[in-house]
C-alpha cells in the first residue's frame, strides 16, 4: 500500500493564481481531510469529507473548495490564491471519523507570492 | 467543541533523561486523544491513542501517555530520551464527530548530547 499520497511536494504560486492540490488514498478509507500547517498554530482543519459525495467545511475554509467523487480521491482547489494561504497542507484519510487513526501524507509546501 | 493546550513550545533534555511533554484538552463530550509525532519535513505519524480502554495507553519507541479525567491532561512521557526523539510533537482531541481532530500547537523536542 502506498498509504496517502499528496502532490505536488513543492508550490510557488503568485497572488491570484488557481491551482489543485491531489491527495490520494489506496486503504478503501471512508474519511478523508486537508488541514494546513503553519508554524506555532499546529494543524487546522480545512474540508472533509465522510464519503464520496458528501464534504463539509472545518473551521478554515475560505478560500478552498473540495469534492469527492471517489473514495480514493480528494483534492483540494484554491480559487485564488493569496499570500496568506502560504502553509504546508496535509491530507489524512481514515476508516470512520473519530476514534479511528488518521494517516497523514507528506505534504504540500505552498508559497504564494 | 474541543480545545487542546500544549505546555512549552520548546522542550529540552539530555539523552537518557526523562521526556515529559504536556496537553491539557477540553471537551464538552467523552474524548478520544493522540499523540503525533512529525520528523523534519514529514507528514505525522501517530505515537499513541485513548479511546476510553485503558487510562495508560503504550504507543511507538518507548512512548506511553496516562489519560487523567479530573485534570483533564494526557500527558506522554517516555524514560530515557534518545536522540532520534528530537522531533515536533501534537496532541490531538477528537470528540468522535466528523469535524476531524482538534490539534495543540506543538511541543518542540530538542535532545541534547
Known amino acids: 500500500n502506498a498509504g496517502v499520497t499528496q502532490t505536488p511536494k513543492f508550490q510557488v504560486l503568485k497572488t491570484g493564481q488557481s491551482m489543485t492540490l491531489q491527495c490520494a488514498q489506496d486503504m478503501n478509507h471512508e474519511y478523508m481531510s486537508w488541514y494546513r500547517q503553519d508554524p506555532g498554530m499546529g494543524l487546522r482543519l480545512i474540508h472533509y469529507s465522510v464519503g464520496a459525495g458528501i464534504t463539509d467545511q472545518g473551521e478554515v475554509p475560505n478560500g478552498y473548495n473540495v469534492s469527492r467523487s471517489t473514495t480514493e480521491d480528494f483534492p483540494l482547489r484554491l480559487l485564488s490564491a493569496a499570500p496568506s494561504q502560504t502553509s504546508v497542507y496535509f491530507c489524512?484519510?481514515?476508516?470512520?471519523?473519530?476514534?479511528?487513526?488518521?494517516?497523514f501524507g507528506p505534504g504540500t509546501r505552498l508559497t504564494v507570492t | 467543541a474541543q480545545s487542546v493546550t500544549q505546555l512549552g513550545s520548546h522542550v529540552s533534555v539530555s539523552e537518557g533523561a526523562l521526556v515529559l511533554l504536556r496537553c491539557n484538552y477540553s471537551?464538552?463530550?467523552?474524548?478520544?486523544l493522540f499523540w503525533y509525532v512529525q520528523y523534519p519535513n514529514q507528514g505525522l505519524q501517530l505515537l499513541l491513542k485513548y479511546t476510553s480502554a485503558a487510562t495508560l495507553v503504550k504507543g511507538i519507541n518507548g512512548f506511553e501517555a496516562e489519560f487523567k479525567k479530573s485534570e483533564t491532561s494526557f500527558h506522554l512521557t517516555k524514560p530515557s530520551a534518545h536522540m532520534s526523539d528530537a522531533a515536533e510533537y501534537f496532541c490531538?482531541?477528537?470528540?468522535?464527530?466528523?469535524?476531524?481532530?482538534?490539534f495543540g500547537k506543538g511541543t518542540h523536542l530538542i535532545i541534547q548530547p
Open positions: 489524512a484519510s481514515s476508516y470512520s471519523q473519530g476514534v479511528n487513526e488518521q494517516y
Open positions: 471537551s464538552s463530550v467523552p474524548p478520544y
Open positions: 490531538a482531541v477528537s470528540g468522535g464527530g466528523a469535524d476531524g481532530l482538534t
